[in-house]
Antibody, heavy 118, light 112 residues
Framework: ELQLLESGGGLVQPGRSLRLSCAAS????????MSWVRQAPGKGLEWLSV???????YYADSVKGRFTLSRDISRNTLYLQMNSLRAEDTAVYYC????????????WGQGTLVTVSS | DTVMTQTPLSLSVTPGQPASISCKSS???????????LYWYLQKPGQPPQLLIY???KRFSGVPDRFSGSGSGTDFTLKISRVEAEDVGVYYC?????????FGGGTKVEIK
């Protein structure tokens, strides 16, 4: 069964770091474009970052220079390293699989909540 | 960035009645490859989004045929022919013709 399972969320102070994980099963993360999308409480969806099957990564301006997307093919897991966290980064973070090549998201994880607060 | 504008913000619909949501993009979503990179998602309460429609009008696997998408260029519409109780949630359009991928602000659909 195809599944994405995020972990690593929690309460963190402003300026600190956190690393989110997205463990995939049922497919290989290296064979698909994979993205992170977040949703602030009561707000809409915001795309953050993508890693292409070839390994290239791209970021939204809101997180560029602070967040880093990587993957471990041996663990079939994506990571989102989040540094210099701000209150406005508080959100549920979802990983999502691209069903094509920069196409649609056909599978999403259940999300992990990150709260940035002192 | 491509701005996606959805209307209305919310809809209250009687079961069995139709519903329609509009999505307008600030740039054409028609690519030179002939595809139009416009998608519709439904986020049910407490769940992640789920794909309904891809490439304007193609229903994703398992999506009931009461959902349909139409449009071209910069103007798109999602229609529900007969709303059911399970259709409640927030509907989002999304473009993927260029990075950053962008979503509409969402349309909340509730049942009267």
């Amino acid at each position: 069964e195809l599944q994405l399972l995020e972990s690593g969320g929690g309460l963190v102070q402003p300026g600190r770091s956190l690393r989110l994980s997205c463990a995939a099963s049922g497919f290989s993360v290296s064979s698909h474009f994979m993205s992170w999308v977040r949703q602030a409480p009561g707000k809409g969806l915001e795309w953050l970052s993508v890693i292409y099957s070839g390994g290239s990564t791209y970021y939204a301006d809101s997180v560029k220079g602070r967040f880093t997307l990587s993957r471990d093919i041996s663990r079939n897991t994506l990571y989102l390293q989040m540094n210099s966290l701000r209150a406005e980064d508080t959100a549920v973070y979802y990983c999502a699989r691209d069903g094509g090549q920069q196409d649609y998201f056909d599978y999403w994880g259940q999300g992990t909540l990150v709260t940035v607060s002192s | 960035d491509t701005v996606m504008t959805q209307t209305p913000l919310s809809l209250s619909v009687t079961p069995g009645q139709p519903a329609s949501i509009s999505c307008k993009s600030s740039q054409s979503l028609l690519h030179s490859d002939g595809k139009t990179y416009l998608y519709w998602y439904l986020q049910k309460p407490g769940q992640p989004p789920q794909l309904l429609i891809y490439e304007v009008s193609k229903r994703f696997s398992g999506v009931p045929d009461r959902f349909s998408g139409s449009g071209s260029g910069t103007d798109f519409t999602l229609k529900i022919s007969r709303v059911e109780a399970e259709d409640v949630g927030v509907y989002y359009c999304m473009q993927s013709i260029q990075l950053p991928l962008t979503f509409g602000g969402g349309t909340k659909v509730e049942i009267k």
